[in-house]
């Protein structure tokens, strides 16, 4: 099973601040095969990223995936209030397919 | 608009069953492989199943192997999770998504509660 770990587990940051989230597998994934959520409390989740740096339908380009291998990386350039929320990877380059533990994005 | 309804969610004693339905619209059911993924209370986001286009592969997480069932009618645009065996620790809310590994659509989710 490929474990992903995310760091770090809350991120701290004023609105128009930058976000860096870090997602580490423990063996290696195909981009093609990483995704990015964003839950907020009490809703569903939605698709922000998939194939490591492609935005999903009407994902707004703040946004942006990078990385390979076992390293990844959500940024978003410039926080908005409606972007604090909680995020999480997944990988399904192998079964079980699996999601990191999820990164807090707060108002500081 | 894509929409994923489920339903069939509930209380259930340990050792019960329950079955879960998921009502698609919005787009051509047939076409996509669907899942199941499940949000324990105040935890993070687990995989618990994938059904392909037609059926004809399944796949599961250890967790529930032997316990849980997911099956589609295409003819009625549904996608079930028929669960056995509940324990504790299958305690809760359940999403239905469209896309076998990577997520585009979810439903808002059903709570499912094993508790004596």
């Known amino acids: 099973e490929i474990v992903l770990t995310q760091s770090p587990g809350t991120l701290s940051l004023s609105p128009g601040e930058r976000a860096t989230l870090s997602c580490r597998a423990s063996?290696?994934?195909?981009?093609?095969?990483l995704s990015w959520y964003q839950q907020k409390p009490g809703q569903t989740p939605r698709r922000l990223i998939y194939?490591?740096?492609s935005r999903g339908t009407g994902i707004p380009d703040r946004f942006s995936g990078s990385g390979s291998g076992t390293d990844f990386t959500l940024t978003i350039s410039r926080l908005e209030p409606e972007d604090f929320a909680v995020y999480y990877c997944?990988?399904?380059?192998?079964?079980?397919?699996?999601f990191g533990g999820g990164t807090k994005v707060e108002i500081k | 608009e894509v929409q994923l309804v489920e339903s069939g969610g509930g209380l259930v004693q340990p050792g019960g069953s329950l079955r879960l339905s998921c009502a698609a619209s919005?787009?051509?059911?047939?076409?996509?492989?669907m899942s199941w993924v499940r949000q324990a209370p105040g935890k993070g986001l687990e995989w618990v199943a994938n059904?392909?286009?037609?059926?004809?592969?399944?796949d599961y997480v250890d967790s529930v192997k032997g316990r849980f069932t997911i099956s589609r009618d295409n003819a009625k645009n549904s996608l079930y999770l028929q669960m056995s065996s509940l324990r504790a620790e299958d305690t809760a809310v359940y999403f239905c998504?469209?896309?076998?590994?990577?997520?585009?659509?979810w439903g808002q989710g059903i709570l499912v509660t094993v508790s004596s």
């Open positions: 997944q990988q399904s380059g192998s079964s079980p397919l699996t």
């Open positions: 063996q290696s994934v195909s981009s093609s095969y």
């Open positions: 194939g490591a740096s």
């Open positions: 059904i392909k286009l037609d059926g004809s592969e399944t």
């Open positions: 998504a469209r896309g076998g590994y990577s997520f585009a659509d």
């Open positions: 919005g787009f051509t059911f047939s076409n996509y492989w």
